[in-house]
C-alpha cells in the first residue's frame, strides 16, 4: 500500500521518476518523508520545504504517482531515527496513515539509514545503484553552477528552480565561506545566551543612535532577535518607514520570524531576510536609507575567508552602494585600542579561581563553562591564549616577565573584554575585538565613499572596566608605568 521514500529531497531526478514508477505498482501511495523541513538556506538545507513540497506535488501529477508529502524537522543524529520519522508522519496525516512493515517498503540508498528501518522490520529497497547521480550530486553541480544539472533533475525541479532563482540560491548557500552547514557562525555557540544578551542591551543601544536614524528603508544587518527593530517600530517617527531585517543565523532568524507572527511589531511593513551579506548583494543600488550593524562588524572581521581587512571593505563597499542619497549607515561595536602594538604587562589576579598547570582541551569536556568558571583571571588568561589561537587564528603572542604576560595591547585587551563570556568561551574565541582600531574603521569607511559624521568617536565602558576588568587586572609599560585603559567601543555614523 505504502511506499516510504524519506530524504531531504531538495532536488528530484529523471532517475528517481524511472525508479519510482516502477517500485510503486498501482493502489500504491508514496510517502515523501522530507526531512529537515524546519531548515532552510543553510548549507545542508538551501532549500525550503514549501518549495520542496510545490516540486513534489508537481513530480507526481507528471508521473502518474499518487503521493503524501510530510515534514520531518531536523533531529540530531540518533539511532531512533526511523521510528521518528514513522511517528511524524503519523502525526502529519492525523493518524490516517499509519505505516507498519505489513504494509510499507522503504526506498533508501543510505546503508546507515536503510539499516534503522530494517531494524523496525521494514523491508528496503535501494534507489541509485552505484555510479548513478545522486541528488545531492546534483545540487553541488548546481552550486558549481554547472548548467549539466537540468538534464539529471526532473522537470518539475527544473520548473520550480527557474521560477523562484532557487539556483542561485542553493550558489549563495552552499558557497557561503562564513556560515556552517546548519545555519550558524559556529557550532559552539549558546543561542539563548546570546539572544539574552541582544535583548538586554538593545534600550541602551537604541539611546546612542536613535537621532541618527533617516526614516524611509531602515535596514537592520545582523538584527539578532530583532529587538533594535521592535524599538524603531515603537518609534512614532517611524511609523511609516520599511522595516528591514537581515540575520544570518539560523535560530535567531527564526527567533524574529516568531515575533513578527505574535504581533511583536505594529507596523506590516516589516520584513526579515535569512543572509550572509557577504555573499552577494541583497539590496538594489541606493535602495537604503538607513543601515543599523550593532555587534556585527567584528564578526566580518572575525569569520573572513581570507583576506581579513579585504573582507571588511568589501563588505563597507557594499554598504555604500545601497545606500540613497543623504542615507546614513551606523555602527556600533567593539574596536581595538588606537595604539594596538604598545608593549604591555598584564598583571593578574590568581587568587579568585583555580590555577591549573596547564590549559586543557575544552572541547573533550561536557561542561567547558563550568571549568572556565573556576579558573581564576590568570588561568584564564592561558586557557584564553590557547583557544584564541586555535579558532581566531590569530599569533596571540606573548613572553613571561616576572610572573606576568608582556603582549600587544590589542591582545590584552581581547582577552581583557572576553575572559567572562564563559556560556559562550568556545564560540567567542573566535572572534576578535581588536582586529581594527578606531582610525582603522574610519578609513575603511571613507575608502568605500561614505563621509564620516563628526559625531562619530571611539569610546570606552567604563562599567566593564569598572566592574570586570579593573579589579583584577592592570596594564604597565614594560618598565613600570600605569596604562590608562583603552577604548573599547565605536559608534560611527557614516552619511552617503
Not at 534507489?127 to 549539466?148: F, T
Not at 574603521?441 to 559625531?455: L, M, N, Y
Request: proline share 7%; net charge negative; aromatic share 10%.
Amino acid at each position: 500500500m505504502y511506499l516510504l521514500f524519506p530524504g531531504r529531497h531538495h532536488v528530484l531526478t529523471r532517475f528517481q521518476a524511472e525508479f519510482l514508477t516502477q517500485a510503486a505498482p498501482a493502489g500504491t501511495t508514496v510517502v515523501w518523508a522530507v526531512t529537515s523541513a524546519n531548515h532552510h538556506t543553510t548549507k545542508r538545507n538551501p532549500i525550503p520545504y514549501h518549495r520542496r513540497e510545490a516540486a513534489i506535488e508537481r513530480f507526481s501529477v507528471a508521473t502518474g504517482l499518487r503521493s503524501l508529502v510530510v515534514g520531518v524537522v531536523d533531529t540530531p543524529p540518533t539511532d531512533d531515527f526511523a521510528e521518528v520519522t514513522v511517528k511524524a508522519i503519523e502525526a502529519g496525516t492525523d493518524d490516517q496513515v499509519r505505516l507498519e512493515p505489513g504494509n510499507t517498503v522503504v526506498a533508501c540508498s543510505t546503508p546507515e539509514v536503510a539499516k534503522l528501518y530494517e531494524r523496525l522490520g521494514f523491508q528496503v529497497i535501494g534507489v541509485e545503484p552505484e555510479g548513478q547521480a545522486r541528488p545531492w550530486d546534483v545540487l553541488l553541480m548546481i552550486a558549481a553552477g554547472n548548467d549539466g544539472w537540468r538534464t539529471l533533475a526532473h522537470p518539475a525541479t527544473v520548473d520550480v528552480f527557474d521560477r523562484y532563482h532557487l539556483d542561485a540560491q542553493v550558489r549563495r548557500c552552499v558557497n557561503d565561506p562564513v556560515v556552517g552547514d546548519d545555519g550558524g557562525l559556529t557550532t559552539t555557540r549558546d543561542y539563548k545566551t546570546y539572544a539574552d544578551a541582544f535583548e538586554t542591551a538593545a534600550d541602551r543601544k537604541w539611546s546612542q543612535l536613535k537621532d541618527f536614524v533617516r526614516p524611509g528603508r531602515i535596514l537592520d544587518i545582523g538584527c539578532a532577535t530583532g529587538a533594535t527593530l521592535q524599538l524603531v517600530d515603537a518609534d512614532p517617527r517611524f511609523h511609516e518607514s520599511d522595516l528591514i531585517g537581515v540575520e544570518v543565523a539560523r535560530h535567531l532568524y527564526a527567533e524574529c520570524v516568531h515575533k513578527k507572527e505574535q504581533g511583536f511589531f505594529s507596523n506590516p511593513n516589516v520584513y526579515f531576510y535569512q543572509r550572509n551579506m557577504l555573499g552577494a548583494a541583497v539590496f538594489p543600488p541606493r535602495s537604503i536609507d538607513t543601515t543599523l550593524t550593532l555587534a556585527l562588524t567584528h564578526e566580518i572581521w572575525s569569520y573572513a575567508d581570507g583576506s581579513r581587512r579585504e573582507t571588511v571593505q568589501r563588505f563597507v563597499d557594499r554598504l555604500f552602494a545601497h545606500t540613497a542619497p543623504d542615507g546614513v549607515w551606523i555602527n556600533s561595536d567593539v574596536c581595538g585600542p588606537a595604539e594596538p602594538d604598545r608593549p604591555v604587562v598584564l598583571a593578574l589576579d590568581d587568587s579568585d579561581g583555580l590555577n591549573p598547570d596547564e590549559p586543557v582541551d575544552l572541547e573533550s569536556l561536557a561542561d567547558p563553562a563550568a571549568h572556565v568558571s573556576a579558573l581564576s583571571t590568570r588561568a584564564r588568561f592561558f586557557q584564553f591564549a590557547q583557544d584564541f589561537r586555535r579558532n581566531a587564528r590569530v599569533p596571540f603572542e606573548y613572553t613571561i616577565r616576572a610572573g606576568h604576560p608582556v603582549l600587544r595591547l590589542a591582545d590584552a585587551m581581547d582577552f581583557l573584554t572576553r575572559k567572562d563570556y564563559v556560556d559562550n568561551w568556545l564560540s567567542e574565541t573566535h572572534e576578535q575585538f581588536c582586529g581594527l582600531s578606531y582610525p582603522d574603521w574610519t578609513t575603511i569607511t571613507e575608502s568605500a565613499g561614505f563621509t564620516v559624521d563628526p559625531s562619530s568617536k571611539p569610546w570606552r565602558n567604563d562599567w566593564v572596566i569598572e566592574n570586570r576588568i579593573a579589579p583584577v587586572a592592570t596594564l604597565t609599560t614594560p618598565d613600570g608605568t600605569p596604562v590608562d585603559w583603552p577604548d573599547t567601543h565605536q559608534l560611527l555614523i557614516a552619511r552617503r
